[in-house]
């Protein structure tokens, strides 16, 4: 599930930037906080939440704040900051519920402007993959009839040989056959009818670069079926279920009595992609919930040196390689819109820290 994180604040971040709650966001040393304590003795983040694959938006919420994303995955780190006897509820409330949902919607009515989706029978593990590569082949087909947009693609691969396996959805693309160019977009919907702050921006367009990145490395032949064998643990060469077998069939109807393997599938869409281009635009754009209107575009330069350097430090977390982070004083405002925000340890640390 690669959800979109939408709707953080429509708070006027100079304004809550005021709140002291701490001096410096300097980075405490490995495995410092008390949270971190308790968890390393269970391995490391990888081990314990994402053994197989990491998804774009664990990236995403780690690049908004670490500390917040490591208390969504694992109550027990910040039930350590409760006192014994309180009862502590961490539900998500109704109206962001239904932010999200209506977020959802407009996500989907997107879709529904250009593809109609097909219910497929899956049954193993080598299906629902398979049917992720299915439907990169499909955007690969509308470009090449000559389609011009393609929506809820998925990407795959190991961004910067980092040795992690990520995938994403990307929520839409956008080919030029004239000029054999790729552009990707990423919509968000907001509750506010004004455009985002930069904080937020910030975390949209390094979502944007990490998508345009897997894209590009598919392209350039960076991800090969091993990498997907030995991280997925997919057992390539089996035939497909009887759904999806019929499934394919329908859409090729030139082949007949071929029985496909998920591997069948993996390596046309491998090769596939390499006859394509790389992605070298990208655009956010935001829309009000409600109205559906177009709040605003932001137009954003891919800059591969900054991603790398701001992934690798990213997954020297999940590998146990350094404690967790919170946000930094710049960013405290974030902290005056976060459900954990009475239990933190990374806060509570930084008050202290502040009144000596
Ligand atoms: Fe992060 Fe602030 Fe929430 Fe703590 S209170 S998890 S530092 S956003």
């Not at 929520?171 to 968000?188: A, G, S, W």
């Not at 030995?230 to 029985?259: A, C, E, F, W, Y």
């Not at 710049?330 to 933190?344: I, L, R, T, V």
């Amino acid at each position: 599930n690669d959800s979109n994180i939408d709707e953080w604040s429509d708070a006027d971040e100079d304004e809550l930037a005021k709140i002291d709650f701490f001096d410096n966001g300097c980075e405490l040393s490995k495995f410092s906080l008390e949270c971190d304590k308790l968890l390393s003795a269970e391995g490391t983040p990888l081990q314990r939440y994402r053994p197989k694959y990491l998804i774009v938006s664990d990236f995403v919420q780690q690049y908004w704040c670490e500390q917040q994303l490591l208390y969504r995955l694992s109550p027990e780190a910040y039930l350590l900051n409760v006192s014994p006897g309180v009862d502590v509820s961490i539900e998500e409330s109704a109206e962001s519920k239904e932010v999200k949902e209506r977020g959802s919607d407009v996500h989907l009515a997107r879709e529904l402007e250009i593809q109609v989706p097909v219910e497929v029978e899956v049954i193993t593990k080598e299906d629902a993959w398979a049917v992720k590569f299915l439907n990169i082949q499909t955007m690969i087909l509308a470009f090449t009839k000559g389609h011009r947009v393609a929506r809820e693609v998925p990407v795959f691969g190991v961004p910067f040989g980092s040795g992690f396996f990520v995938y994403g959805i990307i929520d839409e693309l956008q080919y030029n056959p004239d000029l054999h160019t790729v552009e990707i977009l990423e919509l968000k919907t907001r509750k506010s009818c004004y455009p985002p702050r930069k904080s937020q921006q910030d975390k949209d367009a390094f979502q944007v670069g990490l998508y345009a990145e897997m894209f590009n490395d598919l392209v350039r032949g960076m991800v090969t079926r091993e990498m997907v064998e030995n991280h997925l643990k997919l057992t390539l060469d089996t035939p497909l279920s009887g759904g999806i077998q019929r499934h394919i069939h329908q859409q090729n109807k030139k082949v007949k009595m071929k029985i496909f393997t998920c591997g069948d599938i993996l390596d046309m869409v491998l090769s596939q992609m390499q006859s394509f281009t790389c992605i070298t635009k990208g655009t956010v754009e935001y829309v009000h919930q409600e109205s559906r209107k177009q709040i605003s575009t932001f137009p954003m330069t891919l800059d591969q040196e900054k991603l790398r350097s701001l992934f690798l430090k990213q997954c020297e977390w999940w590998r146990g390689e350094r404690g967790t982070v919170g946000v930094d004083v710049e960013d405290c405002w974030k902290c005056s819109y976060c459900q954990f925000a009475p239990f933190c340890e990374w806060r509570a640390v930084k008050a202290a820290e502040s009144k000596h």
